[in-house]
């Protein structure tokens, strides 16, 4: 299991898809990530270094993620579809 905080603040991530807990938990503790929540049906997150840049999804392109599941093919599938949904493109 990844800490992605931890991961992302080392900078082995550059962003995680992850659970809304753990965006609430880092914000608590004033941890210098950024998370956004509920995208599609789930309670999922996205967790990112406030200093990475990301300021909306399509900026997710070509970042190093991990994912619940990973490294199965459903979470490259969600940043995909926010990516496209925000009129980005990813190559």
């Given at each position: 299991h990844w800490e992605a905080d931890r991961e992302i603040m080392a900078g082995r991530l550059d962003v995680a898809v992850t659970e809304t807990l753990h965006l609430a938990l880092d914000a608590a503790q004033n941890k210098d990530v950024i998370g956004f929540a509920r995208f599609f049906h789930t309670d999922g997150g996205v967790?990112?270094?406030?200093?990475?840049?990301?300021?909306?999804?399509?900026?997710?392109?070509?970042?190093?993620?991990?994912?619940?599941?990973?490294?199965?093919?459903?979470?490259?599938a969600i940043v995909q579809t926010m990516v496209e949904a925000d009129g980005g493109k990813c190559s």
């Open positions: 967790m990112y270094l406030a200093s990475s840049g990301i300021t909306r999804p399509r900026d997710m392109c070509n970042k190093t993620i991990t994912y619940p599941g990973y490294p199965g093919p459903g979470g490259p």
